[in-house]
RNA sequence: GUCCCCAUCGUCUAGUCUGGCCUAGGACGCCGCCCUUUCAAGGCGGCAACGCGGGUUCAAAUCCCGCUGGGGACGCCA
């Protein structure tokens, strides 16, 4: 154990979204890599968007993903009377000051300063009025150093320096009594232990801001690393509108936790021309060095070719186990009569490399796990004609014979069979195929006829047959 | 508007710190060929980038400056 302690600490306002899970996963990699500390902080000073489902969606999502946390999770409302105590000791040394301006007149102002082209910080009128004990609601604000220059060292970024006169006397407690973020998070981070702030680039303005609070408060400021955004494709920061973002829902839409976390790690992250790693992989060479300093563009398909290569790589059982969800939005059921031979794991080997995710490997599955098969009528107009019936009539009834269903049994069935119709294989495997799995695409003829089983082969073949005619 | 960040194929990136090994490498996607009873997978090959302009230097993707472009932040949200 070494003393490196980070955190994640999202906001219960909504589900976990993908940006978060990098955030959440760069912290965790960090947190391994150098056997330390990895804590949950749900920030949910915000009474009005804060609810318990999105801790729960939050906590379902990283469950999901396989980030484990070490301690927490914490949650900023369990810890206000901490907040309440420490903004009062602010204000004591006159670190801080009663703001009596209301929300509207600052709205109002930031408007007619926005309109004119000026400045729209607050303009510090209640700085010096000396409130002791404000008749009406009222907000406390720290009082930003104006002189001078916060330097803040990034681990990613770099050095990058702010002038103090751009620093706003930041509202710190709210006029209910609620802390706000920038406090709460330079408090917890402080006496948490937190030693490495690693969090999204849109936080690098929040940072000059903390700084002076870390300071004002005799605490030790933290390490800050800044993560490069995740975009969409129009370059705009990924959102809603670019399709799912939810972790949750990559579950839903058959993606494995890992093929999501590999694609993941390598946005923003690189080691060398390495493209898919073990989590043991990354943890070991997970580097903030190596961490690319602009944003990138999520990219779907790159992200779809890696959960194939999961898929591919997989144990067959586990993923045999993963589908049965996605199989079961079907009416398959588990511990009914319908099973593939040699069960669901059976099947796996073949229709894996014909998927990127569960929910296409399921459709591929279909033909498997339902009786009786649902027939593509385009498909059967094409290739069930009355001409090819009597060629798999015959094949049907030689095939009855078998002891097995076996290549090297069936083969020769074949082979005679055609050559006494004078039938090339090309134009008899599609209607066979279609015969069998109600469709033009399917795993090989013999595979599909062994995971049906001699019956089911049978009893496909006879209903084509008639379907025909005959 | 003010402040901050960023800039290599369409996308993710290697190379940048420590200039020469870069005729710029890999991956996704795309295109072609091979394999093949279908669909895939697989194999082989191809297209495709250092934003622009100035410096510094024997030498610049790499260092410096400017421009342009993109992103982010400016809340009693986080």
Redesign the pocket.
Known sequence: MTDVRVRF???P?GYLHIGGVRTALFNWLFARHHGGTFVLRI????????TDEAIDAILEGLRWTGLDWDEGPFR?TDRLDLYREKSQQLFDQGKAYW?????EE??LR?KEA?AK??????DGRCRDLGITKPAQ???LRFKSPQEGQTVVD?L????????NT?L?D??IL???N?????F??VIDDALMGITHVIR???????T?RQVPMFEALGYQVPHFA?L??I?G?????LSKRHGATSVLAYQEMGYLPEALVNYLV??????????IFTIQEMIEKFSL??V????????P??????N??YL?QGDPRVMAELLVPFLEKHGYDPKGAVQPQGGLEAVIPHVR????TFLEMAD?VLPFISEPVTMDEEAAMKFLTPAIAPTLKKFAERLSGLAGLSKEEVDPIIQAVLEEDGLK??KF??P??VALTG?????????VMQLLGKERVLLRIAQAVSRMGF
């Open positions: 600490a999202p906001s306002t920030e949910d000073t915000d009474r009005d968007r804060s900023q703001c009596v301006c209301t929300p600052l709205e930031r926005q082209g000026e400045s729209i910080k607050y609601p009222a907000a990034d990613i970024k770099g050095k990058i320096v702010f002038e751009v706003d930041l509202i709210r006029s209910n609620y802390p706000t973020y920038n709460s998070v999204g680039d849109d936080h690098v303005n929040n000059p800044h490069p955004m975009l494709s129009d370059k705009a920061r390598r946005l923003g992250w690189s080691h060398g021309d390495q493209e060095k190596n690319q300093s602009s944003a990138a563009v999520f990219n398909e790159k992200l779809q070719w890696l194939a290569e591919k490399e014909r998927a990127t591929w294989m090309g495997a599609q066979l195929r469709r033009t695409f399917s795993p090989g003829i013999h595979e």
